[in-house]
């Protein structure tokens, strides 16, 4: 791979629960997991169900360096990571991020209460791996490889939620999972993250018809992901964070009726690649 490509690849594209089956044949049932590899390095946002593959094909390919950064650790986002397996294996280096408890809890004491009776039976101490645990507040600016820079800001979720926005290359990719939008309203932490990306995976769990019914959740449209990029000139929209029974066919709509105001829309499906 050249050192200034930005690439990425889906592991996970579901919320709530993983779901299987041949309606969910085409776009996946794996929970929230995106890789984003920056020449050499390999950054992923988030541990759900998807890490487990994305796990296996990195102990495959001899990868011995990962940094996880975490939107937050509600069970769709982190239930992957006790079946991560370059953490039991030594001479591999894992750094795991989260920012959105910033104050009341740390990243290790998440980890370590994940990893532990009565949830899990294996411990962090059975990581083989050597571990990092990397502690950061909402707007903070990381930097966790040489030309890598990672920006931050808070989504509104229950909880709290951070939103990343990837520089590299000269290329931008932002993650937008979890949040809901006020209707009439252009988050303006959003559209500072997301400016000019090149792509944004944003939160569509819900459609427009079903909004109503689940304000409070800390959801968001794929109609929002719309307006938010045209308004912040995002070059392509990622539909992600897909409700676990919105099947193949349902989606197969939502892709359509999606590109129709917006070109540069596109339903995620769990192992798909591109390249920035």
């Known amino acids: 791979m050249d050192g200034s490509q930005l690439r990425v690849?889906?592991?996970?594209?579901?919320?709530?629960?993983?779901?299987s089956g041949s309606p969910f044949h085409r776009y996946g049932g794996n929970t929230a997991c995106v890789e984003v590899r920056c020449g050499q390095h390999t950054v992923i946002f988030d541990g759900g169900s998807g890490l487990a593959p994305a796990g296996a094909h990195f102990v495959?390919?001899?990868?011995?360096?990962?940094?996880?950064?975490?939107?937050?650790?509600?069970?769709?986002?982190?239930?992957?990571?006790?079946?991560?397996l370059p953490i039991y294996y030594p001479g591999n280096r894992v750094t795991l991020w989260s920012g959105h408890m910033a104050g009341k809890m740390t990243t290790r004491q998440m980890f370590q209460q994940l990893m532990s009776p009565p949830w899990f039976p294996v411990q962090p101490d059975l990581c083989d791996a050597k571990m990092g645990f990397r502690d950061f507040k909402s707007?903070?600016?990381?930097?966790?490889?040489?030309?890598?820079?990672?920006?931050?800001?808070?989504?509104?979720?229950?909880?709290?939620?951070?939103?990343?926005?990837?520089?590299?290359?000269?290329?931008?990719?932002?993650?937008?999972?979890?949040?809901?939008?006020?209707?009439?309203?252009?988050?303006?932490?959003?559209?500072?993250l997301i400016a000019g990306a090149d792509l944004v995976v944003y939160d569509c769990m819900y459609v427009d018809s079903e909004f109503?019914?689940?304000?409070?959740?800390?959801?968001?449209?794929?109609?929002?992901?719309?307006?938010?990029?045209?308004?912040?000139?995002?070059k392509r929209l990622a539909i992600y964070h897909h409700h676990p029974m919105r099947d193949d066919v349902a989606l197969d709509e939502i892709e359509i009726e999606a590109r129709r105001k917006f070109a540069g829309a596109f339903v995620a499906r769990d192992y798909q690649e591109m390249e920035l």
């Open 9 to 19: 690849k889906f592991w996970g594209v579901r919320g709530s629960v993983p779901v």
């Open 60 to 84: 495959a390919g001899g990868s011995s360096e990962t940094t996880v950064l975490f939107t937050h650790f509600h069970y769709d986002h982190i239930i992957g990571m006790p079946f991560f």
């Open 139 to 192: 707007g903070d600016v990381l930097h966790p490889y040489e030309g890598v820079t990672i920006r931050t800001g808070s989504l509104n979720h229950p909880g709290g939620c951070i939103g990343y926005r990837l520089e590299y290359g000269g290329r931008a990719f932002a993650m937008i999972s979890d949040t809901e939008h006020v209707e009439g309203v252009l988050d303006p932490v959003v559209l500072d």
């Open 212 to 234: 109503e019914k689940f304000r409070g959740f800390g959801h968001s449209t794929w109609s929002q992901g719309v307006r938010l990029c045209e308004a912040a000139s995002a």
